[in-house]
């Protein structure tokens, strides 16, 4: 697929969604010459303020990763953290249409209709809604798994579950990046056994790795892909 894909866009709702979902993948593109985009809608921490935490704006720390996966374009929205759903949809579509008509990817890169967070889900569409088929460029559209969103998904009843069609072989360079760049989110990265610790990050690309007889990979679910 690298070898067609030249220009990729990646959507999430929160910084990290683009490094948990696909960073080994993102760093493996960059450094194959794939020139990468990143569209995240809410910069900030509205949950964590909601449980009487401090609200952070997440921008350095999303630049900061993005620097560390080799992705040349961030642009970051003002949506609220697990807010998403207080927008219409038609500003969510025109805000990733935006994008797409600005960056003209030939690929996009999603968060998931299957994950528990309404914010993921709710991007996941409108990212499918930007790059449907038509008169448009893109011509492939995946969705990527994140620990603790997805996997909680499928573990909560939820009636659609991530089931992986696309598996991105990656090296140990790739994901000792992905999870440098989890360290620019700084409490993001949790101890060992949760899902979002480094271990928790390994054990996942080890695993997806081993469906497919390779050492270490990240999943994907290919929406449409025009090749
Ligand atoms: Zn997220």
Redesign the pocket.
Known sequence: MHTLTRRLLVV???G??ETLGAGATIARLADEGVTVSLCILTNDDGSRSAAGAEVTNRTDAIELAAKTLGIERVRVHEFGDNRLDTVSHLELNQVVEREVREFEPDTIFATSMCDL?T??ALVSRAARVAGRPGKGPVREVRTFE?RS?TDVGEASGLPVTFRPNCWQVVDESHLERKIEALRAYGKELEPWPNPRSERGVRALAEYRGSQVSAGLAEAFEIVRSVR
């Open positions: 999430g709702a929160h990290d969604d967070s914010d993921h994140i969103a």
